[in-house]
């Protein structure tokens, strides 16, 4: 994928179908972290671009590294009045971070995997990509914005999760 954004609406999507579980915010960052790695050789003018990030198991391993960094910085804010939200207590919770991260990590490996050629999503076991050419840039694209619109619809139309639960037993 040309833009880590698109990535975005299948992690919505995935808020929206358990967003007292799901960290959004784990996922997205475990998604623009995956990308900094094609950043540095597009920069440095180094090809393949997508290397060890872009695999299910190094991104998978990003996911749990980008879950805890944000566990930790979550022991600051976590006790914000805003994070009492149902839609939002996960998204500081060891759970809710450990599967964004994860989730994030290897949907990375797959939706890349999909349309860039340089990628090898199952290495170190094998530089095979059987994804390449499942489907069109355009049709992936199109499916990302519209889990995306379908998460976000279903979230704001779920009104017990946007409302203040004052202190819970959860925490």
């Given amino acids: 994928m040309p ?27 475990t998604q623009v972290v995956i990308d900094v790695e094609t950043l540095v050789f597009l920069l440095r003018g180094q090809f393949p671009v997508h290397r060890t990030a872009h695999t299910f198991l190094g991104g998978s391993l990003i996911g749990l590294g980008v879950a805890g960094v944000l566990y930790g910085a979550a022991a600051v804010i976590r006790h914000w009045p805003v994070w009492r939200l149902p839609a939002l207590f996960s998204e500081l919770t060891w759970e809710g971070l450990l599967i964004g991260g994860l989730t994030g990590g290897a949907s990375h490996a797959l939706l890349d995997g999909l349309t860039h050629r340089d990628i090898r999503p199952l290495r170190p076991f094998s530089d095979a990509n059987p994804l390449l050419g499942l489907v069109s840039l355009e049709a992936l694209h199109v499916a990302c914005v519209a889990l995306g619109v379908v998460g976000l619809i279903w979230l704001a139309l779920r009104r017990p999760l946007w409302q203040d639960q004052g202190t819970t037993s959860e925490r």
Avoid at 16 to 29: C, D, W, Y
């Fill in 3 to 29: 833009f880590t954004p698109y990535h975005f609406g299948p992690g919505l999507f995935l808020k929206s179908l358990a967003p007292r579980r799901f960290s959004f915010l784990a996922f997205v960052a």
